[in-house]
């Protein structure tokens, strides 16, 4: 497995991985299929500032990326970054998540401009609770039925680490 910045080649790749989890999961609680153009904006606000974004390639294939975002567009959350983390379902339960999770605190970590990552999860999801737990994240709060996704009501959880 390499991890490295996230191209412009890897676009499509990315957005088959995020777009599984809109329609099948519960990871991101969008409804409708991101466009290769609304990808392409989201992609561009990555790799500038605190904000860097980074793939695992394995098998010259994207099996996963992570990111840390925008937590909020007011300034004073300039120093706070949401960290996201999506697996291709061809490449889970290898490792994947937590290699590119220790990768992308390092880079936190060593960036001066931030000072807390937060990460939104959607409630029931163990495997990334378990995972941000691993590394030291505190759990903050659940925020039930603030979502509607598939027919069901779903609650978000609130970890975040101090960086």
Known sequence: M???????KDLQELLDIYNYEVVNGVSTLDLTPRTLAEWQSWFDRHNVNNHPLY???????????????????????????????????????????????????????????THTVVSVITAGNEASCKLHEKFGFEFCGTVPEVGMKFGKYQDIVTYRLGV
């Open 2 to 8: 390499l991890i490295r910045k996230a191209e412009q």
């Open 55 to 113: 793939v695992a390639e394995v098998e010259s294939r994207v099996a996963g990326y992570s990111s840390l975002s925008s937590y909020r567009e007011k300034e004073a959350y300039r120093s706070t970054v949401e960290l996201s983390i999506y697996i291709s379902p061809d490449y889970r339960k290898r490792g994947i998540a937590t290699a590119l999770m220790a990768y992308i605190l390092e880079l936190a970590k060593a960036d001066a401009r």
